[in-house]
């Protein structure tokens, strides 16, 4: 099953259904994300929208209280604000007048505020209170005076001071008698200030301006960012101010202008949108705040749609490339069930296919290719026969190794018992540089390996006629160190070759291994020829021995840098007409690091 799927005709399927899907995943990505946007554009505008209408409402409310209370004070031919002015500012009236000032002046407030809606009351009185006219229920001037509200109007340059929501009286506290208050100064014909104006607005006015969760997926709030305090939250709580972990301290430090909108996250409510307006009149900031999931509602169910209808042309899509990559592929099929069949014993193609296009090209090829392989199985029979004569005679005349070992044994026997003991001597040296020299291991111990140079240089010493002498010099605590092979017996060859050759006599060759600190340390040393500079530095960066018989110094060093790294190496002394000193630096490898460097 595993090998049918893997079939062209079912890797054409996927790869053009794989397309298929990412064209499709590409488009509605796109889509979705224009949707979204384009959702999420208009939802701010009429974000905005709502919340200009509000602020409108709500400012055009407060302004007309503002104005209210201004008529109270005005300075002009109205002998009836006047009156309210010299009750504030003259101090010599009798009680008559005094009486009939505000009987005056108390119809003149009855006439301005009895039609106005949400309007609580509406207070002028001087600093101190002791002259004041009131109408409706006004914030009391122990209260005011409390806060430290009269204070701020009478210090302060502004043509109003807007105060926040409270309780007017403290034994009216429910939540019907909030009510937000609008302070002037009043002022004397010479300009001095005299006394103020409150007007108390009921809070309800925030209701009806702002609740607006009847209609609309959003919230609008009303805030005071300089403190942060709430002034008003609907009855669609989306920030749920209640649960006291609401997001509005990320959201008052998100207010960096006087309008615009961010988006914040909530742990309870997602993804929100922030829009905000701050008022001129009353410095305060509206919150227009609308979750994410309410905006991307509106197309949601279209959304679902497309996705329908796009998996209905895929399945389409996808039955109607199965039929037509069948059809086009069973001749191919048709091609490979045939070449399936062919093994040693069949090589012929059980099929016809006299189509002109690829598929008939490939079948012409496949028909020649058998032709060829069968002459060719056949010149093959024919050369193995003839080669398998040829490996039987070489049989017949083969020696291996360990046969010219044993010989070498048999040799030393013989000329022990004639008493040649030279030649017996040669003859176990020679057999026990084949024993090493057959071993496949790469690193020797460093006894092995003194043992090892030990019997090539007695057998150049018989070679020499006994020309030169040779010392090795070691420590015991070296002795269980590894040593790659074939590392020291060049360096020695190198010097019985050049360096001692011309010698008749009194040469001297000495080998020494000892530790150096944390490294093996190996020395070669002849009191032969010598080597110049200019020759010691040609030796150390060319191969000159490419087409010797043996490892040159070039390739010693190679192996060294291939083994160790660059911190090892070998150094060549030398002094023309002297002496020769090969030093070699290793590291100390134990039996359980060989591993680590092969």
Known sequence: ????????????????????????????????????????TTALQNAEHVLQVSNTLFENQVRDMINVAALTTVR??????????????????????????????????????????????????????????????PTSFEIMQENQWIDLIKDSNKKYIVIPPHYPHKWFN???????????????????KIGFVSVDISAQ????????????????YVINKTDGEVLFSPTLDILDMARGESALPAIIRNLKSEKGYFYISDKNSGKLLVVYNTSA???????????????????????????????????????????????LTRKIRLLTSAVKNINGDCLDLPIEITSQDEIGSLFLQFKAMLDRIRGLLKAVKTEEAAKRKAEISALQFQMNPHFLYNSLNTIKFLANIQGIHNIGRVAESLSSLMHISMDDRAFLPVQEDIHFLRSYLEI???????????????????????????????????????????????????????????????????????????????????????????????????????????????????????????????????????????
């Open 281 to 327: 009149l009353t410095g305060w900031t509206t919150l227009s705040v609308i979750p994410e999931k309410e905006i991307v509602l509106a197309f949601t169910n279209t959304s679902h749609k497309i996705l329908l209808i796009t998996l209905i042309i895929g399945i389409a899509l996808i039955l109607c490339i199965f039929l037509v990559t069948t059809f």
């Open 460 to 598: 150049q010493n018989y070679r020499y006629t006994n020309s030169f002498d040779f010392q090795l010099h070691y420590s015991e605590e070296i002795m269980d160190c590894y040593i790659p092979k074939l590392f020291i017996q060049p360096l020695a060859e190198n010097s019985l070759k050049h360096g001692l050759v011309n010698r008749t006599d009194g040469g001297i060759l000495l080998v020494e291994y000892l530790a150096d600190e944390n490294n093996l340390k190996v020395i070669v040393e002849d009191n032969g020829c010598g080597i110049t500079d200019d020759r010691i530095q040609e030796i150390m960066h060319k191969n000159q021995n490419r087409n010797a018989g043996h490892i040159g110094i070039y390739n010693i060093r190679e192996r060294i840098h291939l083994y160790f790294g660059e911190d090892y190496d070998l150094e060549i002394i030398s002094q023309p007409g002297l002496f020769t000193r090969f030093e070699m630096t290793l590291p100390i490898v134990v039996k359980d690091e060989v591993e680590n460097y092969v």
């Open 205 to 220: 006015l925030f209701q009806e301006c702002f609740d607006t969760s009847s209609s609309s997926p959003s919230s609008l």
């Open 76 to 137: 002009s031919t109205n002998s009836l604000s006047t009156n309210i002015l010299n009750i504030l500012s003259k101090k010599d009236l009798s009680d008559s007048e005094i009486i009939g000032y505000r009987k005056s002046a108390t119809d003149y407030l009855i006439s301005l505020c009895s039609f106005k809606k949400n309007l609580n009351g509406l207070m002028v009185s001087d600093f101190k209170g002791d002259n004041s006219i009131s109408y409706g229920i």
């Open 1 to 40: 099953m595993k090998r049918h799927f893997t079939s062209i005709r079912y890797e054409f399927i996927f790869s053009m259904t794989a397309l298929f899907l990412l064209f499709s995943s590409i488009v509605l990505s796109i889509w979705y994300s224009e949707l979204k946007h384009e959702a999420q």
């Open 174 to 192: 429910t939540k019907k008698d909030l009510a937000f208050s609008v302070l002037e100064p009043v002022l004397a014909y010479s300009g001095e």
